[in-house]
């Protein structure tokens, strides 16, 4: 709680903006938006996004007006990280926006506050790993189809007859 009363005496000078998102209707934003809350951010400046999947920023208004909002001396507020977008390289591209807006990105879970030293050295290393999971992902798929080449299985999808294209009889 020290690390939180310490982030909100730095960032009053500052408007704060939260974002908070679910993306079942068996989760409700009400823990998200209370400590938003907590940290200072007022009630009527937190964006949300209900029933909408990280995965794509289309659909998420909340989201879009978030990004909207960041201006030099504004801060984006989360409750973890992960509301911001379901993989690293998507966080990672919203951070970097944050930044080219000369705005600031907190996350309350996670401790990582881009405004200092050690919570732009924190963002860096999670783009590392982000960037490692992409570099590991290619090489397993590389791997994967150079086994089936060798077993002389076909790669790609399988061809599709067209109406008007040879006939399966000929």
Same mark, same amino acid.
């Given at each position: 709680?020290? %690390?939180?009363? *310490?982030?909100?005496? +730095?960032?009053? /000078?500052?408007?704060?903006?939260? %974002?908070?998102?679910?993306?079942? !209707? +068996?989760? $409700?934003?009400?823990?998200?938006?209370?400590?938003?809350?907590? &940290?200072?951010?007022?009630? +009527?400046?937190?964006?949300? !996004?209900? *029933?909408?999947?990280?995965?794509?920023?289309?659909?998420?208004?909340? &989201?879009?007006?978030?990004?909207?909002?960041?201006?030099? !001396?504004?801060?984006?507020?989360?409750?973890?990280?992960?509301?911001?977008?379901?993989?690293?390289?998507?966080?990672?591209?919203?951070?970097?926006?944050?930044?080219?807006? !000369?705005?600031?990105?907190?996350?309350?879970?996670?401790?990582?506050?881009?405004? /200092?030293? /050690?919570?732009?050295?924190?963002?860096?290393?999670?783009?590392?790993?982000?960037?490692?999971?992409?570099?590991?992902?290619?090489?397993?798929?590389?791997?994967?189809?150079?086994? $089936?080449?060798?077993?002389?299985?076909?790669?790609?999808?399988?061809?599709?007859?067209?109406?008007?294209? +040879? /006939?399966?009889?000929?």
């Amino acid at each position: 709680m020290c %690390y939180l009363k *310490h982030m909100t005496q +730095e960032t009053k /000078s500052r408007i704060l903006f939260g %974002y908070a998102r679910v993306s079942t !209707d +068996e989760q $409700r934003l009400d823990l998200q938006i209370d400590a938003l809350m907590k &940290f200072g951010v007022e009630r +009527e400046r937190i964006l949300t !996004d209900h *029933h909408a999947s990280g995965g794509s920023v289309a659909g998420r208004r909340g &989201f879009m007006n978030a990004m909207k909002a960041m201006r030099p !001396d504004s801060v984006l507020v989360v409750w973890k990280l992960d509301r911001l977008g379901r993989n690293l390289s998507e966080l990672i591209q919203t951070a970097d926006l944050i930044r080219k807006r !000369d705005a600031q990105l907190i996350s309350l879970t996670e401790r990582i506050d881009t405004e /200092s030293a /050690s919570g732009k050295m924190m963002f860096h290393m999670v783009g590392m790993f982000a960037q490692f999971e992409r570099d590991m992902i290619s090489e397993r798929t590389k791997a994967g189809l150079a086994a $089936r080449k060798a077993r002389g299985q076909t790669l790609g999808r399988k061809a599709v007859l067209l109406a008007g294209s +040879e /006939s399966w009889n000929e």
